[in-house]
């Protein structure tokens, strides 16, 4: 007899728990195959090379790992890396937070305008990337148009060619992109608060700053918490701007932790390094993510 | 002298008119109770006081001063939330001193008000817990200790009780009503439960579709109800009713009903061929072997000193409540009196009371 005829619900739900594996095993099978196995790949693949007279990996040690150390290039990409993950993740939540605040209002058209804010998030990076380039050619780009015309750069300094521009430059189109995201999780935090702790404020005769200083900021902190990580994790391993834009350059100037594990996987076939580099990434952001989820006390 | 008044205040959310030109006025040091159902305007004249609602037309005045344009915070009011609205990332402590921190007042000040309000609402053994650490009439005394701390002229109260048991209500019932004599400010106290208004207020403000049905003291209310509609509102359980018309025959005046002939005091004479509506509060009515009222008991519930006994008589049934000791059991027959002086007489047509001279 079968377990659903038997003694309906219980019956049938003390069928699946005395064999659990058939469920469990769709889910283990894609976690295996994409997640598992290419994780334990990589570690082994750190510790192996591949040999182009050979055509096969070999091993190789600890080699990659101590190359690493005292590679410099390692530590200048990861200090861009942090620059870029310090100074975009300051201005997108400063700048999301202060739009957030604006559009959180009932107005009439503010509902269109919360919606418009998700057409920066649809456009493929790539092609954002792109579209910076063309806007910041000294040539014919309109960022350039209006920096020179503040006197700010002038045409013989291309703002993606000179060393000390570049970053801001690759910076432009990843806040303007990204800058939406953290309105709409900071407006969604936002519009969840609850309205009488303000109607209490106000009689209590707070200003709009000590009520966004002692109430809304920290009624929204795990809202913030959670973007920043979002945003935060997903910063550490920008490729897609700066493989667009500057190829790294000029120079080592936007050359990130991603595009260099990139480059030494794929450009240079040092498959063994790239594993190498992108397992230090991995470390890098767990370790960061967790003290960020331990101090800032989000719960999951 | 911290009186409140409105005059002709209108109030519209769109197109719909919630308030629609009321005039009242709140003399300073009292305890005055806007009374009414959900839905009357209660918490939106309230929420006028405080700065928190735009009028739509006429006028709010706080110690004779239009306050209309007015912010919150210079209104010199304090108000308690329904729901406490306390801020849920301050403790007790920041909570109750937000305001005077605000006012930049000296930090020995503020200690001392905080220390002086938590003794007076006994929230020392809390000052140092979040709101979220805190159960409901805990809550409720930081949200009274953040108020008293201001020393307002006015205090509004917006249902501040509906959120808790019935033994806490009652004790802080007291509470509220203590803490107004020993501050001597004007206080407004929003609610829906007319036991609250009987028990605390020294004018109640009977609403009903955002216009004033009734001001009056809680007796004058409970005793001389002007209009059908207070009459079944103020009192537990609530006035009994009956329809029919009023006779003069002789000497006697009678209220006369299909198979009831009550007698009614001389002076309704002038009233006679009236058609009108006859109510009697439970407790007006006994139990008497000649009682105009017959009937059968059709329940009995004990509330503990007393019983109500709900009566049956002929299609309308009839509340009336008796001391224990006079219990009845289901199906008995019994006859009500009540006393001439004890009925109430209200038009027919216009619900209004008739109190000839």
Known sequence: ?????????????????????????????????FTIYPF???????????????????????QNWSQLLGDTRFWQSLSITLAYFVVALTLELVIGMCIALLLDADEPGFGLLRALLTMNLVIPPAIVGYMYLLMEDPQ??????????????????????SPSLALAGVLLAEIWQWTPFMVLILLAGLRSLPTEPYEAAMIDGASAFQTFWRLTLPMMWKVIAIAVLIRGIDLFRVFDYVFVMTSGGPGTATYTLSYYSWQQTFSFIKWGYGATLSLVTLIIVLVVANIFVKFAKVRW | MSKVEFKNAQKAFGAVKVIEGLS???????????????????????????????????EVAIAGKRVNDVHPRDRDIAMVFQ??????????????????????????????????????LNLRPFLDRYPKELSGGQRQRVAMGRALVREAGVFLFDEPLSNLDAKLRAHMRVEIRQLHERLGATTLYVTHDQ??????????????????????TPDEVYEKPNSVYVADFIGSPSMNFFDGEIEADGEEVRFRAANLSIPLEARYRGQAGKSVKLGVRPNDLHFAADGAFKGEVILSETTGAEVQIHVRIRDSDVVAVAPRTERRVHGEAVALSVPPGKVHIFDAQSERRIEPQ
């Open chain 2, 195 to 216: 036991i609250e208004a009987m028990t605390m207020a020294d004018i109640i403000v009977l609403l009903d579709k955002g216009a004033i049905v009734q001001v009056g």
């Open chain 1, 140 to 161: 014919f780009g309109v960022i350039s148009f209006v920096l020179q015309m503040f006197g700010l750069v002038d045409t013989s300094t291309p703002i993606l060619s």
């Open chain 2, 83 to 120: 729901n406490y609205a306390l801020y849920p990332t301050m403790k007790v402590r920041e909570n109750i001193a937000f305001n005077l921190e605000i006012q930049k007042l000296e930090k020995r000040e503020i200690e001392r008000r905080v220390s002086e309000a938590a003794d007076i």
């Open chain 1, 40 to 62: 334990f790949y990589n570690v082994w693949l750190s510790f192996h090379e591949f040999a182009p007279l050979s055509r096969s990996l070999e091993y190789v040690g600890l």
């Open chain 1, 1 to 33: 007899m079968s377990a659903a005829t038997n003694s309906g619900i219980k019956r049938s739900r003390r069928h699946i728990g005395d064999h659990p594996l058939p469920w469990l095993l769709p889910l283990i099978l894609l976690l295996v195959t």
């Open chain 2, 24 to 58: 009242l006025e709140i003399p300073h040091g009292s305890f005055a109770v806007l009374l009414g159902p959900s839905g009357c305007g209660k918490s939106t004249l309230l929420r006028m006081i405080a700065g928190l609602e735009k009028l739509t037309g006429g």
